[in-house]
């Protein structure tokens, strides 16, 4: 089974930053788009950002201008910096890699935005 490993998620006040990362297999990483979704409690799983193996990037209208995808092919990483993080961004945040055959997800960090 193939495992992407997040990390830097955590609990923030309002206005503050954090920047997850992401950990893939080289086999699947260098290939693929990949990106970043996000989730609350009862609403499904929203699209924050992606960014594509040539480095072409997008994002959700909610987060742009404060939120910041990139990845590292030498490392099989992605990022997401997060700016002037706000409540409403409290959820938990996952990894994706976007094969064709269908999506690869991490397991998942929490980032709360609390003062």
């Known amino acids: 089974q193939v495992q992407l490993v997040e990390s830097g998620g955590g609990l923030v006040q309002p206005g503050g930053s954090l920047r997850l990362s992401c950990a893939a297999p080289?086999?699947?990483?260098?290939?693929?788009?990949v990106g970043w979704y996000r989730q609350t409690p009862g609403k499904r799983r929203a699209f924050v950002a992606s960014?594509?193996?040539?480095?072409?990037?997008n994002y959700a209208d909610s987060v742009k201008g404060r939120f910041t995808i990139s990845r590292d092919n030498a490392k099989s990483t992605v990022y997401l910096q997060m700016n002037n993080l706000q409540s409403e961004d409290t959820a938990v945040y996952y990894c994706?890699?976007?094969?064709?055959?269908?999506?690869?997800w991490g397991q998942g960090t929490q980032v709360t935005v609390s003062a």
């Open positions: 080289r086999s699947i990483f260098a290939l693929n788009p």
């Open positions: 994706a890699v976007l094969p064709p055959g269908g999506t690869l």
């Open positions: 960014v594509t193996r040539s480095g072409s990037t």
